[in-house]
């Protein structure tokens, strides 16, 4: 089939790749000329593991264009993955699905075509959609659009850093649309998926004992919805966790445990019930404020919502408390950060909390190095106005610091010199005791390693 994709970020170029890596001819378009410049030089503006390598591999059917009279006409399905940013309100910003609805509506062409809203949007969002791109074409048309198109809702699950495996091997599609035509050429779009009858990239093997993909037909306004309410729900497991490792410091559990321990039972499962510094990144705090948001227009409350946001608020201040409580002074001393990046894998800093101590603890006069596998160019790049004095390794930001943060679980971390670490660093602690300090804010590191190097290990929570 032949797909354009608008929006060519981290959602929009994994789903470009993948289709195309399904046998579908793509084109993916994107305002930002540089973007497009840097695709068709055959880079990949953004990490995202594998994404070169597949890139390379289906270049054939792949193209990247800044121009909608290119892409649009000629394609069965049309995906909008814009940004949808928060706006201060909390409410998310529409205008880039305004404007890429408005141009995709002046440039439908003959055939009929689906137009698929794969940007996180409020729900209601895709009859808006709808009106826009009807407006759209009849003003530049002349006439209605009637029969050409028809909308449709594919919420995105995929997580930054295992992007082409979520969507290859995805635990369900999503598709809301109240045209039955419109399900059935997604149902023709995605039936490799569904069916997981492609061959797969060898550095991708599929996941043992993963058959069919089950496909969710639901109408426009659930499928919105099922987005919202699936990132609610993984952020205040995040949360819970969070309260209870604050309640098993008090009374002397460690968190880890009575994560594992309860994690366990199958009604609740293992994943995102690590405690630690919280949830950051582009979806779960615009989300949640989204939902609240859109509740708050119809007069309900979200209190659970609520409350898992403020407990994530709460646990990045959590790391100056913790550090001064431990440094007594923050003023003039030197902390080192591992890991900018809002977790490992990828190199989005969208609301990542490094950038957020980093700034607290500037602002308490201290020299912050850091450290990060892959987001420093970025960091430099797009938030120039953070003090960060940018180290070349990991082990470089112990140099004379008083005290270290793990920010970022990158599994390389564990394998650090850290016996030479801590030579480097200032100790700190009663005459008998001086230890150097170590706050960890992902509960990654085994404490009694790091103790024997030499380290006091702090954990943010637990
Ligand atoms: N990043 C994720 O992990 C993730 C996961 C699920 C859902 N989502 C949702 O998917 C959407 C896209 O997220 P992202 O992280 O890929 O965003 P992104 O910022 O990485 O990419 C968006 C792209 O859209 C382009 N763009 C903006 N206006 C345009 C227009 N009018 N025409 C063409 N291109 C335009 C931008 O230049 C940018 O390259 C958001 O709604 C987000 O909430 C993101």
Not at 160 to 189: M, P
Request: glycine share 8%; charged share 25%; proline share 5%.
């Amino acid at each position: 089939m032949q797909v354009a994709i608008i929006g060519t970020g981290y959602v929009g170029l994994t789903t470009g790749v993948c289709l195309a890596w399904l046998g579908h001819e793509v084109r993916c378009l994107d305002t930002d000329a540089s973007k497009i410049d840097c695709l068709t030089r055959g880079e990949c503006p953004i990490y995202e593991p594998h994404l070169s390598e597949m890139m390379a591999e289906v270049k054939t059917r792949l193209n990247f264009t800044t121009s909608y009279a290119e892409a649009i006409p000629e394609a069965d399905v049309v995906f909008v993955a814009v940004g949808t940013p928060p706006s201060p309100d909390g409410s998310p910003d529409l205008k880039y699905l305004r404007a890429a609805a408005q141009s995709a509506g002046k440039h439908l062409g003959e055939n009929f075509t689906v137009v698929v809203n794969k940007s996180t949007v409020p729900i209601g969002s895709g009859n808006w959609v709808e009106s826009l791109i009807r407006e759209s074409f009849a003003t530049h048309r002349g006439i209605k659009p009637d029969g050409r198109f028809a909308i449709a809702s594919n919420p995105e699950f995929l997580r930054e850093g295992a992007a082409l495996h979520d969507t290859l091997y995805a635990d369900r599609i999503v598709v809301g649309a109240d045209s039955s035509r419109a399900l059935e050429v997604l149902y023709t779009l995605y039936r490799p998926l569904l069916e997981q009858s492609f061959s797969t990239p060898s550095y991708l093997p599929r996941p043992d004992g993963l058959g069919a993909v089950p496909m969710v037909a639901t109408d426009l306004a659930s499928a919105e919805l099922i987005k919202y309410a699936a990132n609610a729900f993984l952020a205040l497991k995040i949360s819970y966790i969070n309260e209870i490792g604050q309640l098993a410091e008090k009374v002397g559990a460690d968190v880890t445990l009575v994560a594992k321990g309860i994690g366990l039972d199958t009604r609740i499962g293992t994943r995102f019930l690590q405690a630690g510094l919280g949830w950051g990144g582009s979806c779960f705090g615009k989300d949640t404020a989204a939902l609240i948001s859109t509740a708050s227009d119809y007069g309900l409350g979200m209190p659970i919502v609520t409350a898992a946001r403020e407990v994530n608020r709460r646990q990045r201040e959590r790391v100056v408390e913790k550090l001064l409580a431990e440094l007594k002074i923050l003023n003039g001393k030197t902390i080192g950060l591992l890991g900018l990046a809002f977790k490992p894998h990828t190199d989005d800093l969208r609301d990542a909390p490094s950038l957020e101590i980093a700034k607290a603890l500037a602002t308490r006069g201290c020299k912050v190095l850091a450290h990060d596998p892959v987001a420093m160019d970025r960091a430099r790049r797009e938030f120039p106005d953070v003090d960060i004095h940018y180290c070349a390794t990991g082990e470089d930001v112990a140099h004379e610091a008083d005290a270290l943060i793990l920010v970022t679980d990158w599994p390389q971390y564990q394998t650090l010199d850290w016996a030479v670490m801590a030579q480097q660093m200032k100790a700190h602690g009663n005459a008998g005791t001086r230890l150097r300090i170590l706050l960890d804010g992902r509960n990654f590191l085994d404490a009694r390693r790091m103790e024997m190097t030499g380290f006091r290990l702090v954990r943010v929570t637990g």
